[in-house]
């Protein structure tokens, strides 16, 4: 559980596995990074934003 939690400003690339899996009820915010994994992101998780971020990947997104 991450609430508050800030994910700025970040390159991730070359991932085995996804570059952002996350379990959380909010509030969060992911802004400003770039994702060139395959696979960007899972999430099992509401409450957030995600704003300005460069995205190349699959987003996988699993209900609660």
């Known amino acids: 559980m991450a609430q508050g939690t800030r994910v700025t400003g970040n390159l ?14 909010g509030p ?8 060139l994994s ?4 899972l ?3 509401q409450g957030g934003a995600y704003v300005h971020n460069l995205i ?9």
Not at 12 to 25: A, G, I, Q, R
Not at 38 to 41: E, F, G, H, K, N
Not at 56 to 64: E, M, R, S, V
């Open 56 to 64: 190349a990947g699959d987003i996988q997104k699993q209900p609660l």
């Open 12 to 25: 991730y690339h070359d991932n085995l596995s996804d570059d952002l899996f996350e379990v959380d009820h």
């Open 43 to 45: 999430s099992v998780s």
């Open 28 to 35: 969060f915010l992911v802004d400003n990074n770039i994702f």
């Open 38 to 41: 395959p696979t960007t992101l």
